[in-house]
């Protein structure tokens, strides 16, 4: 079966750095997409900074220039560095991964279990 596992959440001072990971495992043919998408208290869900297979990069207006997406392809393994962190920062962070498992001939859709991110004003 595959699983996308993240770590690296936590409590953090204003102007902390924290780096979030997420492992896909499992018999995975090729990783499409991996990216995070971050749950607020009262927001929607809503995508922080997410990549494609060919190293494409989009990151919500808030986070440019603070956060980095990067990824381990022989890892399978997707990381977000993120820098200066600010009170509204603070929610769930989820990884996502848009994946072609060796079982389908179809892409799926695979979410991790979400790490908590709060930082203190």
């Known amino acids: 079966q595959v699983q996308l596992v993240e770590s690296g959440g936590g409590l953090v001072q204003a102007g902390g750095s924290l780096r979030l990971s997420c492992a896909a495992s499992g018999n995975i043919i090729r990783i499409n997409f991996m990216g995070w998408f971050r749950q607020a208290p009262g927001e929607q869900r809503e995508l922080v900074a997410g990549m494609l297979i060919g190293g494409s990069t989009n990151y919500a207006d808030s986070v440019k220039g603070r956060f980095t997406i990067s990824r381990d392809n022989a890892a399978n393994t997707a990381y977000l560095t993120m820098n200066n962190l600010k009170p509204e920062d603070t929610g769930v962070y989820y990884c996502?991964?848009?994946?072609?498992?060796?079982?389908?001939?179809?892409?799926?859709?695979?979410w991790g279990q979400g790490t908590q991110v709060s930082v203190s004003s």
């Open positions: 996502k991964a848009v994946l072609r498992p060796r079982s389908s001939p179809y892409d799926s859709i695979y």
